[in-house]
Nanobody, 124 residues
Framework: QVQLVESGGGLVQAGGSLKLSCAASGRTFSSNAMAWFRQAPGKERELVAAINFNGGRSYYVDSVKGRFTISRDNAKSTVYLQMNSLKPEDTAVYSC?????????????????WGQGTQVTVSS
C-alpha cells in the first residue's frame, strides 16, 4: 500500500519550533520530489517547501524563508520540515506530498500522493 504518514504537529507558542516528519512507503522514495503544503481555515492550500529527489534543490515560499528547512533522508524514506520562529499565521494543516519527478515541481497538480495532514497551531 502506497502511503505517506505525517507526524510532529501540535500546539506551540509564537517563537517556538516544531519538526514535522513524513514517512513514505510503497513507492521508491528516492524517485520522488517531496513537498509540504499547508491550508489554513478559509484559505487555499499553498506550497510551503519542496525538495528534489536527491535533496540537491529546494524551494520555499517567501513567508517561511529563513525560518523553515526542508530535508530528506532517502535511506529512511522520510522527509522533514523543521519550523523555527513560528508565527500565529503559520497555523494550518500541513500535508506532505510526493511527485514522481527528478525535477522540482512547484505546482500542486504534479503531486499525486498525499498524506492525511497534521495540525500545527501557533498561539500568540
Amino acid at each position: 500500500q502506497v502511503q505517506l504518514v505525517e507526524s510532529g504537529g501540535g500546539l506551540v507558542q509564537a517563537g517556538g519550533s516544531l519538526k514535522l516528519s513524513c514517512a513514505a512507503s510503497g513507492r521508491t522514495f528516492s524517485s520522488n520530489a517531496m513537498a509540504w503544503f499547508r491550508q489554513a481555515p478559509g484559505k487555499e492550500r499553498e506550497l510551503v517547501a519542496a525538495i528534489n529527489f536527491n535533496g540537491g534543490r529546494s524551494y520555499y515560499v517567501d513567508s517561511v524563508k529563513g525560518r523553515f528547512t526542508i530535508s530528506r533522508d532517502n535511506a529512511k524514506s522520510t522527509v522533514y520540515l523543521q519550523m523555527n520562529s513560528l508565527k500565529p499565521e503559520d497555523t494550518a494543516v500541513y500535508s506532505c506530498a510526493a511527485a514522481l519527478s527528478i525535477g522540482l515541481p512547484l505546482t500542486e497538480r504534479f503531486y499525486d500522493l498525499w498524506g492525511q495532514g497534521t495540525q500545527v497551531t501557533v498561539s500568540s
